[in-house]
């Protein structure tokens, strides 16, 4: 039998003792008989809780490291639901952005669906036009001299710059890059939209790039540093083409709202809306499509837009 089994049936006996003794000191008037056992009692009620104690301290010591584990596995959980939910939303904002991009590729396919398509053998020049054949002596001819590579997307747009060395393209992850054409290198790239560049346009003293993107913003660059001067948000609809006027004052853009909008170079404050209607030189009917191409004439005094409605728009400066 163990020695916890003895203690606690002595610890028994002696508190019967107890309560015998009482009686006993009671009726003798003698303490003694009452003190004795309870005192012996005490003794051993406390040697039977540090054994208790001793055999139940490691079992304690395990719950309370089991328990702490639990715990810090459970933080763990939290910081891991907090992760994936991080990565939903994540997931959701680029599933909404594919759609937004859907939704404007459609909007391209339609504005280009509304393009003529030529017909098989039908005439494109007037039959009573005579061609001259041109002779071998006066025939330019060109040749391939230098090819840039490294571009990582499907160039769509491009400029170049006053001096003839420098060209800029659109590029991947919505941003535009300037190669410099002796070096094959390239020389700068423009961070800031957040969708596909559209159209870009040096202005005449080739301190500034103009560029208009399907996030319905122009944005002006400056071409020494690479850094954003200006930025302008469009209404509903993305600019589709830009271009500066030849003294860089003015900055024409066309949009797919079917408008030719005229900005202040320096600012970006918009000067004039033309809609179809206004001061026109020469036009074939008003533009009911997108405005995708804008260029000014050399003295400034006229601007050109064509639409996908297949129309060309002559506008002049009053």
């Known amino acids: 039998m163990s020695n916890s089994h003895w203690l606690k049936i002595t610890e028994y006996l002696f508190l019967a003792g107890s309560g015998l003794g009482t009686v006993i000191a009671a009726a003798t008037q003698q303490a003694v008989y009452a003190a004795a056992p309870i005192t012996i009692t005490l003794g051993l009620n406390l040697a039977n809780r540090g054994r208790f104690d001793q055999k139940t301290h490691p079992q304690t010591e395990t719950a309370i490291a089991l328990l702490q584990q639990q715990v810090t596995n459970l933080d763990s959980l939290q910081s891991q639901i907090a992760e994936l939910r991080d990565a939903?939303?994540?997931?959701?904002?680029?599933?909404?952005?594919?759609?937004?991009?859907?939704?404007?590729?459609?909007?391209l396919q339609g504005a280009i669906a509304q393009f003529p398509t030529p017909e098989p053998n039908s005439p494109t020049i007037e039959p009573d036009v005579e061609i001259q054949p041109l002779l071998p002596d006066t025939i330019t001819r060109w040749q391939c001299v230098n090819t840039l590579t490294g571009n990582l997307a499907p160039i769509t747009t491009l400029t170049l710059h006053p001096n003839g060395q420098i060209i800029a393209t659109n590029t991947i992850n919505n941003t535009i890059q300037l190669w410099?054409?002796?070096?094959?290198?390239?020389?700068?790239?423009?961070k800031g939209h957040s969708q596909p560049v559209l159209s870009i346009a040096f202005n005449p003293h080739a301190q500034t790039l103009a560029s208009g993107s399907a996030d319905l913003m122009i944005k002006l660059w400056d071409t020494r540093t690479g850094q954003q001067k200006r930025s302008?948000?469009?209404?509903?609809?993305?600019?589709?083409?830009?271009a500066f006027s030849p003294d860089g004052l003015t900055l024409a853009s066309g949009s797919a709202d079917c408008t030719v909008k005229l900005w202040d170079a320096n600012t970006l404050a918009q000067?004039?809306?033309?809609?179809?209607?206004?001061?026109?030189?020469?036009?074939?009917?008003?533009?009911?499509?997108?405005?995708?191409?804008?260029v000014f004439s050399p003295d400034g005094q006229r601007l050109i837009s064509g639409s996908s409605d297949k129309t060309i728009k002559i506008w002049r400066r009053l």
Do not use: P
Request: hydrophobic content about 40%.
């Open 232 to 242: 302008l948000k469009g209404y509903f609809y993305y600019f589709l083409a830009v």
């Open 88 to 107: 939903i939303a994540l997931l959701q904002q680029q599933v909404t952005n594919s759609d937004s991009l859907k939704s404007q590729i459609a909007e």
């Open 271 to 294: 000067k004039r809306i033309f809609k179809g209607h206004g001061e026109l030189i020469d036009t074939l009917s008003d533009h009911a499509g997108a405005v995708t191409s804008v």
């Open 180 to 190: 410099d054409i002796q070096t094959e290198q390239k020389h700068l790239i423009l």
